[in-house]
């Protein structure tokens, strides 16, 4: 018999109808449900991107299917079963990891839909799987990272050179590429957390293997807290070059994100858009990667590799 074994897909989670948004918004508040002007404009946001279809839910299940296919067709030793594990939504982390243990599996990866990691955010999710693990008694090792996979990189090479064949009659050196990501609590900065030297590195590698040479980095969609967020902003960014340094024509590119969702819909093609034609810009942005093949067969290798390295 072939030896079976569950890979748990884990990412951030979204709701799939509009009536879920606030049971959603009230666990990532830790169960303090949001005041009716913060669950309005949330709700706004998912109405705003085509009337309300929610697309994070349809990638991610199109990400789990692509990725099994993927492992099975690239290890036919081995016979993997994929399931989900969501932060914020059902099924929660907790139930991937009990759907694996009933259905008679008993070793499992797990790996999420981020390249790159941060004690606050793969930490996060790993503590969580690996606890309820335990608990049944499931051996399960963990994908932390994989934010220079030859692959990913060449992923997004692709996009930039493609998105950069929309600025006609630009020379390439004029279009300012901004690589961004999900800004995180300033405090990761003294704990040494590799997150923003990770998103540094992918960013490096795709602008080294682009030929580009005028790019930056920065920040997306701070959460509003009392504690200060890493910036700067990427409409902060916008309004600087414009301003300061006349740019007009920028390309963001937001290596932190895996597929369309809410900030990249919202945060990017609708916010960030609005602010580029008042300023009068030309902005574009890169294509997710949601299942493009180079992406499914990072997670596929990066998933096998952790299978080798655990034994």
Wanted: hydrophobic share 40%.
């Amino acid at each position: 018999m072939k030896r079976r074994i569950g890979v748990l897909v884990m990412s951030y989670g979204t709701p799939e109808s509009l009536d879920q948004v606030e049971a959603y918004y009230t666990h990532i508040r830790r169960g303090h449900p949001p005041t009716a002007e913060q669950l309005h404009e949330l709700t706004s946001r998912y109405e705003a991107i085509v009337g309300g279809f929610f697309p994070l839910r349809e990638n991610t299940n199109k990400q789990v299917a692509a990725l099994e296919e993927t492992l099975n067709r690239t290890y036919p030793d081995i016979e993997f079963v994929c399931y989900q594990g969501l932060k914020h939504a059902s099924p929660f982390i907790e139930d991937g990891v009990q759907q694996i243990v009933s259905d008679g599996i008993n070793e499992a990866v797990g790996v999420v839909l981020a390249p790159h990691y941060s004690v606050m955010s793969v930490g996060g999710y790993i503590k969580r799987a690996q606890e309820k693990a335990d608990e049944l008694g499931l051996k399960i090792t963990f994908v932390k990272s994989y934010e220079l996979h030859p692959k990913l990189i060449e992923a997004l090479t692709i996009r930039v050179n493609k998105a950069l064949g929309k600025f006609e009659g630009v020379p390439r050196d004029k279009v300012r590429v901004i690589f961004t990501a999900h800004s995180l609590p300033e405090q990761i900065l003294q704990m040494k957390d590799p997150y923003p030297d990770q998103l540094l590195a992918t960013s490096r590698a795709v602008a080294e293997k682009t030929g580009v040479t005028n790019w930056q980095f920065g920040w997306q969609s701070a959460g509003k807290t009392a504690t200060p967020w890493l910036g700067p902003d990427i409409l902060d960014i916008l309004e600087k070059i414009r301003k300061e340094e006349q740019v007009e024509n920028a390309l963001i590119c937001p290596v932190g994100f895996v597929s369309d969702h809410l900030e990249v819909l919202y945060d990017i093609d609708i916010e960030a858009q609005a602010l580029a034609r008042e300023l009068g810009m030309h902005l574009e942005r890169t294509e997710s990667l949601n299942t493009d093949p180079l992406y499914m067969e990072t997670l596929a290798d990066v998933v096998h590799a952790q299978i080798e390295r655990a034994g």
